[in-house]
């Protein structure tokens, strides 16, 4: 099955600083069909060694359920929370096989946190906090 993307977002970081400037965040997922999870909680991951440090991580996209869950949210600062969605977005957005690369994910969420101005992080950081579930 395929999910139309009503906004034709594309995991470009100019377009997708613009629509975080003009929508709330939670509107913003609501239109690109995609559920926002945001949690206090960290992440509690599978770890196949438990002897090596756990990675930490901030956000999951989950192109299954058309999920993107934030950790951490209340510990953040608000630039980490706002790059956290953008990179998330990232993953949801960009096209096959770039979608699963890491390193592209951290530098799309770097360009869209320092194009958003400082104001909106700070209330994008504020309307991600209201949303969260736990
Ligand atoms: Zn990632």
Redesign the pocket.
Known sequence: MRFPNPLKLKADPAAVAAALESLDPVSLLRNLRIELCVRSESARLFHANPAAPAPRVL???DPLLRRIELFEASALDDSQLAGALA??L??ALATAPHN?D?SL??QFAIAVVSTVSPDRIAGLARALRTAQRS
């Open positions: 956000g999951a996209w990179h998330e990232f993953h699963r890491e994910a951290a």
